[in-house]
C-alpha cells in the first residue's frame, strides 16, 4: 500500500448504549479522516446488556442523524477480535490505509489483544483521550514496544460511559434521537425526559 493512500478510520464500539461521548468521538472523526467506518461489536472482555442487533440499530440510527456522507456503519465489520475486523477492512477498502481508533480507557488492554502485534503492525493507531480516563505513559511505551504507529488525537470527548448509565439510568446521557429505538425495546430502563 502506498505511504499516500488515503485513511479511513475504524471505529468499532460496544454501543451499549451509545451515549453523547459515542456522538462527539464520531463527528470528532470526522474533522480529522475523509472517511469514518463505525459498527456495533461484541466485546469478548465486557458483558453486554443488550442484544447486538438492538445495539446495532442504535448505532444506526446515530450515523443517520449525524448525516454526513463519509460516515457509515460498516456491520459486517463486526468481529469480537479487532485483527478479523481489520482483515475484513482490508479487504473492503484495500486502496485505504486503516486507523483503528480506541478510547484511552483501553490503550493499555491492547497489548493483551489476540494478535495484537500483528494487529499494530498492519494499521495506525489513533488513540482519543476520554475525559476520567486519562492516557498512561506507560501504555503508550508498550503500544510503540509492539510496533504501534501511534497517533493521540486532539479531540474534547464528554464524560460519558456507557456502563455507568446501564447502572444510573439517566435519559439526558443519551443522543434525543435514540428514544425511539429506546422505548420500543427498552433495555437499559430510562425513560425520556
Do not use: C
Not at 53 to 59: I, K, S
Not at 146 to 154: C, D, H, N, Q, S
Amino acid at each position: 500500500m502506498s505511504s499516500a493512500a488515503a485513511p479511513i478510520a475504524l471505529f468499532g464500539t460496544s454501543a451499549d448504549p451509545p451515549t453523547h461521548g459515542h456522538r462527539a468521538l464520531l463527528e470528532g472523526l470526522l474533522r480529522h479522516y475523509p472517511q469514518v467506518a463505525t459498527w456495533a461489536s461484541d466485546n469478548p472482555l465486557k458483558r453486554h446488556a443488550a442484544p447486538l442487533a438492538l445495539r446495532t440499530a442504535l448505532l444506526r440510527t446515530m450515523v443517520a442523524a449525524i448525516g454526513d456522507p463519509r460516515l457509515s456503519l460498516e456491520q459486517e465489520l463486526s468481529s469480537p477480535w479487532a485483527v478479523e475486523t481489520l482483515e475484513r477492512a482490508r479487504q473492503r477498502w484495500p486502496e485505504r490505509e486503516p486507523v483503528i481508533v480506541v478510547g484511552s480507557d483501553l490503550a493499555a488492554q491492547i497489548p493483551r489483544w489476540r494478535q495484537a502485534t500483528q494487529l499494530l503492525r498492519d494499521s495506525h493507531l489513533a488513540i482519543v483521550p476520554r475525559a476520567g480516563w486519562p492516557l498512561q505513559p506507560q501504555a503508550l511505551a508498550a503500544l510503540r514496544h509492539l510496533g504501534a504507529r501511534v497517533e493521540v488525537l486532539p479531540l474534547t470527548i464528554p464524560a460519558s460511559a456507557s456502563s455507568q448509565l446501564r447502572q444510573r439510568p439517566d435519559p439526558a446521557s443519551l443522543p434525543e434521537e435514540l428514544w425511539p429505538v429506546l422505548l420500543q425495546h427498552n433495555p437499559y430502563g430510562p425513560t425520556p425526559p
